[in-house]
């Protein structure tokens, strides 16, 4: 992967903690300071994901019982076979996520000294994530990374890691934010943020200890407008498009694009459930956007395709399955997007990717992905109000707006990616 990238990169492997993802970090605190504090005797959490995971595993770890509210709608993931591993008692809680949510405050209520543990902005959330860095500090010989590359869910790694960043004088060291395009969740909130933030709209995260405003992701086109199913894919290139792409690769992006497709749900659900599924969230951490106003993010999304390639490449180079979402990071060093965003990136540089998470993956999940999306993928890649691809040989840039996009976050090198020609892509 260093030869690859040209300089020296390394894998910061959260997959490789007890619960598989950097989960264990923030919400593990949380735990721990419930327990020791609030004299916690029950420990709740919403979902079967790697953040349930995290709290089944500290409630074992701490001798305090775990109970997870999940929906009955929902399939259930690989990840709630390792939460009852884990010892916690697993009940269905109406059919949606927010019955369940709902089923697992009633709970709380009726349950003496029982702690709902679900907020990713928690302070003690972001302090455990923020360890990652002076780790990170330590393991370079207190040698700043060019970049921090990381895969963007709710935004409470993203906060821990500009913390921690801070604290390690690192504030120069840019963090790339990483989603797939339809789990882009934090790129149009910092959009949305810097072009609404006299009137942005806010709405009411769930919290034990009542409401916590975030910021609301709006219903906005994602990487191009959705496209029905009686629409002719061809006629929805527009000609300025058109004019940059062979007939070949024409068909590639009109295959492309029958995937790309946005449902009226404003938290950003496929119409196909995505791949990225580590990455859904309906709203960010006030925190993430708040630090990204002052540290240097630039926030990237990918191709789930893209993501899958990334996946699958770990897996024969290195043996390691990871979840797909968390493989998105990884993709920017794959493709050599990072030298779009850093171009004066040298030999002797060195980055750091955060390997998120691999508890919700399986062989047969990869080998399923692996059959619905081109290898190697084209490259299909979005920052602020630009797209850049590669479908061979040559990068190409569509659906570029004029706008500057640098005053997206303050101190960002956002522009380093969103002003370079075709030429120089």
């Keep these: 992967m260093s030869k690859l990238a040209g300089c020296h990169v390394w894998l910061k492997l959260e997959n490789m903690q007890p619960t598989q993802s950097f989960k264990i970090r923030g919400l593990g605190h949380v735990c721990i300071k419930a327990a020791l504090e609030q004299n916690a005797k029950q420990f709740v959490a919403v979902g079967d994901s790697n953040a349930a995971l995290a709290v089944a595993y500290s409630g074992r770890r701490l001798g305090v019982p775990v109970t997870i509210f999940v929906p009955s709608a929902v399939q259930s993931s690989t990840v709630r076979a390792k939460i009852e591993l884990e010892g916690a008692s697993v009940q269905e809680g109406g059919r949606t996520i927010k019955d369940a949510y709902e089923a697992a405050c009633a709970f709380v209520r009726q349950t003496d000294g029982a702690v709902l543990v679900d907020k990713a902005d928690d302070a003690a959330a972001i302090a455990g994530n923020a360890t990652i860095v002076p780790e990170i500090n330590v393991q370079l010989q207190r040698q700043a990374p060019a970049a921090i590359i990381t895969a963007v869910g709710s935004g409470g790694l993203l906060s821990g890691l500009i913390t921690g960043l801070n604290r390690c004088q690192w504030q120069q060291v840019p963090v790339i934010a990483v989603e797939t395009h339809n789990t882009n969740s934090f790129q149009q909130a910092l959009l949305f943020d810097s072009t609404h933030s006299s009137d942005s709209e806010t709405a009411a995260d769930v919290g034990s ?210 002003s370079a020609s075709p030429a120089q892509l």
């Excluded at 086109?221 to 006629?235: E, H, N």
């Excluded at 290139?237 to 749900?265: F, I």
């Excluded at 791949?275 to 540290?295: F, N």
């Design 209 to 418: 200890d009542g409401p916590v405003e975030q910021i609301k992701i709006p219903a906005q086109p994602s990487l191009l407008p959705p496209l029905d199913d009686d629409t002719d894919v061809d006629a929805k290139l527009s000609l300025d498009r058109k004019a940059l792409l062979t007939r070949s690769e024409s068909e590639n992006v009109a295959m492309y694009l029958s995937r790309v497709r946005l449902s009226s749900d404003s938290t950003r659900t496929a119409a196909e459930p995505t791949v990225a599924t580590c990455l859904q969230s309906g709203s960010i951490c006030p925190s993430a956007l708040e630090l990204a106003r002052a540290h240097p993010v630039v926030p990237v999304s990918v191709s789930e395709a893209m993501a899958v390639e990334a996946c699958r490449r770990l897996l024969d180079d290195h043996q390691l399955l990871i979840e797909i979402g968390s493989a998105a990071a990884l993709s920017i060093v794959g493709k050599r997007l990072v030298h779009q965003i850093i171009p004066d990136l040298g030999s002797d540089d060195h980055v750091v990717v955060i390997v998120t998470g691999g508890a919700n993956i399986s062989f047969d999940r990869l080998d399923s992905c692996r059959q619905r999306f081109p290898y190697p993928a084209p490259i299909i890649a979005k920052s602020g109000h630009e797209i850049f691809m590669r479908m061979s040989d040559s990068t190409l840039s569509v659906a570029g707006s004029t706008q500057n996009s640098s005053s997206m976050c303050s101190a960002s090198p956002a522009s380093l990616l969103l």
